[in-house]
């Protein structure tokens, strides 16, 4: 693991030099806070590097859901397969097979527009 002080070469590619600041009043500071959050982004910090870099573009969603909205879908769909094994293998007698590829698809769709957003 690198240490400080111990004179080897590192990479300039990652490191922030340059420093950049504002003073702002506490209301200005929650002005900017509610933007945020307006905005879609989990914190202020987030906000303002998004403005610096010039990507304020994020929809209003908060990623952390979309990643569990994400997995929860997984899940579904794992549940989907199961019954579906179920009903080829002949243990469920009652379903049909047009009732199983609806849900199936429905599931891929939307799970493949929270992947879209989470880009």
Known sequence: MAKVGDGKVRSEKRRATCRLSK???ASEL???ADR????G???PQEFLSALVLGNTAQTNFNKRDMTLILGHLGKIGSNINQIAKHFNSGKIKNADDADLAPMSAAIIETAA???EKLK
Do not use: G, H
Request: net charge positive; hydrophobic share 50%; proline share 0%.
């Open 41 to 43: 982004f989990e914190n």
């Open 23 to 25: 003073r702002v009043t």
């Open 36 to 39: 945020a959050k307006e905005a």
């Open 30 to 32: 929650k002005a900017f």
């Open 113 to 115: 527009a929270i992947r």
